[in-house]
């Protein structure tokens, strides 16, 4: 496994440009396989998760062909159904949590499907019976063999239903409703998430011929349609890379500018970094963060203390929450940190106690952060980086302490951020790769 060098203490400046979505890119992805026609996609980030789900479309018979930086046409006129009973695709596809997102495309146009019990990050309990239950209200019927941890699904009965989402799931609501594009009749899925990346796969599948009605909000009805054609999109850039940019420039006390931000689809991201005290100026679609010596924590209306949760869209991201917490380590203050949604999230913060951070984790879920107001730095340390927001914290608080820090395991890191180490460096980082 590969390793992060750090040497820390040094001031940032200058542009970064945020890579596009990766949560929107396994979703759009994923929706390649419901038509046979080219779809064209703009902005794919280069990340460990993104290719690693190209190669298995490749694998499964989707042609794929470079056009550009981050442009790529995709063509599934011949999945290979066979594929899908080989040892070699239950290997891959368990490599990467993603992959439960293409069930939905298979059975909305095949009609039968198979995935192995994905992976992904080790950040608590992530229970498929959300994607499984949608499609049994359509009419599909799955078996499950625990001997090799493998789902087999038929579809080929399904018709349009009523869906009530049991937990406001992205990736669930995203699989469900690309199995619904392609269903006869009338779906609605009450209690949909809503987050910018299902908009985005609305707007996609609308463009291929879909009829989905309520994007933004949590009720979709969608009228199936008997075929989708070709498209072209763009996606959005990472609003997670936007937010840890932001923390950064807060915590290393630098002049950081971040371009194209499409700022409207960041919802309260921006307000919530703002509530540490981190003072940023909106410069058209760009974000500027100046070089701040101090920032304020802010306090509820009657004095009391801060807290930061997570909560599904349009509530604060749970994939900013690590970030959040790093970058209150430096300020003036005192913030409660509420991960709701995943128990083992904030199991990094030991690492950020062994570097002389003020943390008290009250319980798997919480975290009372008692800022440091730079009174002392960080000290550097060697850790192991957990998952992909953990890693960018730790990455953050390494940035920002004295001395040198060792981040293993850093391929979590390149799971969700693109070339990191050397878009940070040439902004006055010294980060090297062992």
Known sequence: MSSFKITGGRKLKGELVPQGAKNEALQILCAVLLTKEPVIIHNIPNIRDVNKLMELLEDMGVKRSKMGEGVYKFEADDVKFEYFETQEYKNKAAELRGSVMLLGPMLGRFGRGKAPKPGGDKIGRRPLDTHFIGFQKLGAEFSYDPGDSFYSIDGSKMKGSYIWMEEISVTGTANVLMAAVLTEGTTTIYNAACEPYLQQLCKMLNSMGAKISGVGSNLLVIKGVKELHGCEHTMLPDMIEIGSFIGLAAMTGSEITIKNCRIPELGIIPDTFKKLGIEMEF?????????????????????????????????FTPDLISIILVTAIQAKGTVLIHQKMFESRLFFTDKLIDMGAQIILCDPHRATVIGLNREYNLRGIRMTSPDIRAGVALLIAALSADGTSIIDNIEQIDRGYQNIDARLNAIGAEIVRV
Do not use: C, E
Not at 286 to 311: E, F, M, R, W
């Open 283 to 315: 410069r058209g679609d760009d974000i500027h963060i100046p070089a701040q010596t101090n920032y304020k924590i802010s306090t509820l209306i009657d004095g009391s203390i801060l807290t930061v949760y997570d909560a599904p869209w349009p509530g």
